[in-house]
């Protein structure tokens, strides 16, 4: 398809406020699609390897020991549902907004721009802790040199790569998973032969590891449920970038249909190895992170600096995908004159005024973090700590709308269905609000909970007002 074509409109009427439409003035300029099918393939493939799961799965193992594979299991169910959910509405109304718009269509504009401008602030704000990330790695391969050069950087490299075409987010991308795929397949390879004692030099660890299941009692399990869940954020970019691929649909499809076994393998099956191979107990699990650790016990040489390289590669690839997902929400949102419409601005098939905005944005924050390392930061971070949630939340209730709609008015767009329908939908939610409910128990995560409910119910007052201003002019 050439890339000139234009992307695919919101196609269903809303159920309040009208059809969405582009703000006055704005450019009618529409995204290009290119991203081909291999783009998306891997994406969705690699999508799922992220910063989280190399690096933050340390503390979920360090609080639940060997139960850290129930938390995963537990969560990955969840992420499934959830994944399926959007994937069905994604598929029917392929949208750069994606849960966005379809929250828009289900429940009015208010929704979509709740939860379109709260995942735009953590997108923006997980590129320069992702840009942090990864130049503290450089910086212990070369020190002395200044970790803000190194975000600097990355950032200029990203922000040009996504200013140039569509493509190059896809070729990045494409790269990046295939070099996270290939290792984290190499890393279970090598857990595997040596629990079952064929690995040369090193013996079986059997399940001496697994021995105290539950070290912390339910308590411990907790923490690592909430610290897995995070862990799964950045699915979702998967269905944004469908909009610009050369079949919307049939990717989306693919994509959501393969997610249950790469959740499974990747994440699941790397926890089960991780607490096989390396005691649960080990300090080096949360210093050099499990995947190191597991690496170095087996005494594979130069494995844990080379895992290394794969985990900067991760932050990376995160900090390409957040500056792409966040310039195309943005770009939605605006589309449909829910902010500044100069952000809607097209050139070359791509929103360049919504890329760099996205990109000023997430330097600011990297810049906050070494001018209020104590107060503006922390609270930052706090706020968008439990936004993914308020996204699945969105994403649920929209499903649970979209779905009796989509069956009575254009049934042939079901291409992807999901299961058990409402009944798992309602299952799904009943576990929103139980991590919701977690979240209030445990005094880490309940200031996060709190600070992102008041961004959030600042955000719907905000999208209410302007809706029933709209609707009145």
Request: charged share 10%; aromatic share 10%; with cysteine.
């Amino acid at each position: 398809m050439p890339s000139n074509t234009t992307s695919p409109k919101l196609s269903a009427p809303l159920e309040q406020g009208g059809p969405p439409s582009p703000p006055p003035g704005a450019d009618d300029v529409s995204l290009s699609h290119g991203l081909k099918q291999r783009h998306l393939s891997m994406i969705a493939l690699g999508g799922v390897i992220g910063a989280g799961l190399f690096v933050g799965s340390g503390a979920g193992i360090a609080a639940a020991g060997p139960s850290i594979v129930v938390a995963y299991t537990l969560s990955g169910l969840l992420v499934m549902l959830v994944m399926r959910m959007l994937g069905e509405m994604s598929a029917a109304y392929p949208s750069s907004g994606s849960f966005s718009a379809h929250a828009e269509r289900a429940l009015g504009p208010w929704a979509g721009f709740t939860a379109g401008w709260s995942f735009w602030v953590l997108l923006c704000t997980a590129v320069g802790l992702e840009g942090i990330g990864a130049a503290k790695i450089v910086t212990g391969w070369l020190p002395g040199t200044p970790e803000w050069a190194w975000v600097a950087l990355f950032m200029v490299v990203f922000c040009a790569a996504n200013l140039a075409a569509v493509k190059n987010f896809g070729e990045f991308e494409f790269w990046f998973a295939a070099l996270k795929v290939g290792a984290i397949t190499l890393f279970l390879v090598l857990g595997v032969l040596a629990i079952a004692g064929v690995l040369p030099g090193t013996d079986s660890p059997g399940t001496s590891n697994l021995t105290h299941f539950l070290p912390h009692g339910g308590e411990g399990l907790v923490i690592g449920l909430l610290a897995s869940v995070f862990a799964y954020g950045g699915l979702e970019t998967v269905t944004i970038a469908a909009a610009e691929s050369e079949n919307p649909v049939k990717g989306v499809a693919s994509a959501v249909r393969t997610a249950m076994w790469r959740i499974a393998l990747f994440y699941i099956g790397s926890m089960a190895v991780i607490v096989t191979v390396v005691p649960w107990d080990s300090k080096e699990i949360v210093e050099k992170g499990p995947y190191v650790a597991a690496l170095d016990h087996l005494g594979i040489p130069g494995a844990g600096q080379l895992m290394n390289v794969v985990v900067l590669v991760a932050l990376l690839s995160a900090m390409n995908a957040n500056i792409y997902g966040s310039s195309r929400i943005a770009y939605s949102l605006v589309q449909r004159g829910q902010g500044p419409k100069a952000l809607a601005r097209v050139s070359g098939g791509v929103p360049r005024i919504a890329v760099l905005v996205s990109c000023v944005f997430g330097f600011a924050c990297v810049l906050l973090s070494y001018w209020r390392p104590n107060d503006v930061f922390p609270w930052l971070l706090n706020m968008i700590g439990a936004v993914i949630l308020v996204v699945w939340i969105f994403i649920a209730v929209s499903q649970l709308r979209l779905r009796r709609r989509l069956e009575r008015e254009t049934p042939e767009k079901l291409v992807v269905r999901m299961w058990a329908f409402p009944w798992l939908t309602w299952v799904a939610m009943a576990g929103m609000a139980a991590i919701f409910v977690l979240m209030a128990r445990e005094a880490d995560t309940r200031v996060q909970l709190y600070s992102t409910g008041g961004m959030t119910l600042f955000l719907a007052a905000v999208g209410y007002v302007w809706q029933r201003t709209r609707a009145r002019s």
